[in-house]
Structures are given as C-alpha cells and as structure tokens.
C-alpha cells in the first residue's frame, strides 16, 4: 500500500493534471495538442464529472497492526491512532524545528478524528474491508484518499447565508456534519463505492463523495472549432513544438494567438452546457469511454469565476 506521501504526491499530480480549455480559465490551459486531442470528432464530452473539492487532503486508513488511524498535513507519515497524537506531533515538530507552537490546527485536527474513531459504521467498514483484502492475499492494510472539511477550521463565508469557508472554498452548511465531513475523492479510491461510502457518515461528521450527477446534454459540438484547429495544427502544428528563436518568435506567438481565440470559444460553448449554481470553486470534466485521449479539464463555477477574475485583476493592474 502507498505511504501518505505517495499518495499526496498522486493527489497532487491529480490536481496538477487538471487543465483549464483556455488561459481566462485558472490553473494551467490546456497546450495546442491537448486541446485538439479532446475535440477529437467534433464534440468534448462531458459524462464523468466530478465537484472540485478544497479542504485538507487526507486519508483514513484500516492497519492490522496499528487499527483505525487518520493522516493529513498535521501527521506527515504517522499512524495518527489517537486524536491526542496529532497534539504530541506538533509539539515535538515544535521543539526540533525551533518554530512557535500553534495548537489550534492539531487540536482541530484530533477532535475530528476522534469523533470518526467513534463512527462504528465507518469502523465496521473498515474492518471489512481489511478482511477482504487479507482474502485476496492482501496484507489488510486498507487507505481511503479524502478531503477532510473540519468545521473548526472554517469561518462563515462572507456574503454568502449558510455557508462555510474552508481553503477560500464556500461549503453548503447542510452537507456539513456537527464537527464537519469527508468527501471522496472517487478517481482515487477505485476500490470503494461512492454511494456506500457515502451512507458511512454520522451527524457529527457527514461523508460524501465528489461525483456530480450532470444533467442535460453529455456534449458539445465544437466541430467548426475542430476544424479550424486541425487547419491551424497543420499549418503551424510545429511551431508549438519549436523552440523559441529570434527568427521564430513573432511566428510562435502568431501561432499561439490563433489557438487561444479558438481555445476561448470552446471554453465558452462548454460553459454554457454546465450549468454550475454552487458557490464552490467547480467541477472537472474527466475523460469518458467516447474519448479516451481527451484531457481532464476544469470548469469554473460562476461564483469562483467572478472571484478569480477578480483576483487577477488585482494583480495586473
């Protein structure tokens, strides 16, 4: 099984992946052939979605050894059995790193796993899961990759009624447990089933998964975008590739110019086909089985849209 560094490592890589269609989207836009690979045949499909997630990366774990543990950003790779040892850890990271104590994020952080120590569904669960595994000639050791909102963290969010803001991310009250909840992070966690994960929560900590159940239209035609991109990826395809020269230059930006006005209008098409109403930062749009070859892509939520384009406005004035 991976460590928690392993697995933060390919969450991050997961994030990381996760492109926008054009440069007014945030994160990093998809590149001339990544963009032309996910128009293939004249459509970007848009089946599996799933809701951008930004609490604390984390994982609740099921060790033979060790029993129940959890693991986020306050633990490192420690089996954090009890919420007592989150405390220890920061003060002893405290004392070897001369760096002042805080304890508020580890008390947070232990409170939190002590009210899931006494989640017998999600105990029970685990217990299963582990003798699953041991059937199959596994060694027991089970790992559920999640994102842990700890209400003690968050603040009301400002001008938004019944929310809480964790990470700069507004979340829905109602889905929030009495000390917070868990989300799956479904890419990751092939193993689990997210409806059955999700029925694990309790009233102190609610546990959802990050699928979106998209309705409405599962693609776009962006055909006559495809075509003209084709024509330009012909044409000037190399230049992509090219390393910047001064006998290159003017054309490599000529070149990158035409992509983006496409880029622009398919980022444009899509948007209008997603219908996002949540507060929340959006929703990623991941390959399906009519296009395998499409890149994973990002798509804003008006709220977080308006937010971040506001943003970068502050930074380029």
């Known amino acids: ?35 032309n690979s996910t128009m293939s045949g ?20 099921y060790h ?4 129940f543990y959890t693991q986020n950003s306050a633990s490192g790779s420690d089996y954090m059995t009890k919420g007592s040892h989150y405390e220890e850890r920061a003060r002893r990271r405290s004392e070897e790193t001369g760096k002042p104590h805080n304890p508020e994020v580890p008390k947070a952080f232990g409170e939190f796993h002590e009210h899931l120590t006494k989640n017998k569904k999600l105990q029970d669960y685990l217990k299963k899961k582990s003798d699953e595994h041991k059937a ?14 700890v209400n003690k963290l968050g603040h009301p969010s400002e001008g938004i009624p019944n929310h809480t803001t964790h990470a700069n991310t507004p979340t829905p009250n109602h889905t929030l447990g009495h000390h917070g909840k868990v989300v799956l992070h ?30 409405g239209p599962k693609h776009v035609d962006v055909s006559k975008e495809k075509e003209e991109h084709d024509r330009l990826m012909r044409e000037k395809g190399h230049l992509f590739s090219e390393r910047r020269t001064k006998s290159n230059s003017e054309a490599k930006d000529m070149a990158q110019a035409e992509h983006n006005k496409i880029a622009e209008r398919v980022a444009e098409k899509v948007h209008k086909h997603i219908k996002l109403n949540s507060p929340g930062e959006g929703n990623v ?16 939520s008006p709220h977080f849209k ?10 380029s004035k």
């Open 1 to 35: 099984m991976i460590s928690f560094r392993a697995f933060l490592i390919t969450e991050e890589q997961v994030r990381k992946g996760v492109r926008s269609l054009a440069p007014s989207g945030s994160g990093n836009p998809m590149t001339p052939h990544e963009l």
């Open 42 to 61: 004249g459509k970007i499909h848009f089946h599996h979605q799933t809701e951008k997630q930004d609490g604390s990366t984390g994982v609740i774990g």
């Open 64 to 67: 033979p050894d060790h029993g």
């Open 136 to 149: 199959k000639g596994g060694d027991g050791h089970v790992r559920i990759g999640a994102e842990f909102f």
């Open 186 to 215: 479904s890419a990751l966690n092939p193993d689990h089933d997210p409806e059955e994960f999700k029925k694990l929560g309790d009233e102190n900590v609610k546990f959802h998964h990050d699928i979106h159940n998209h309705k």
């Open 285 to 300: 749009v991941h390959p399906s089985s009519e296009n395998t070859s499409a890149t994973r892509f990002k798509v804003l």
């Open 306 to 315: 308006e937010m971040h384009d506001s943003e970068k406005g502050k930074f």
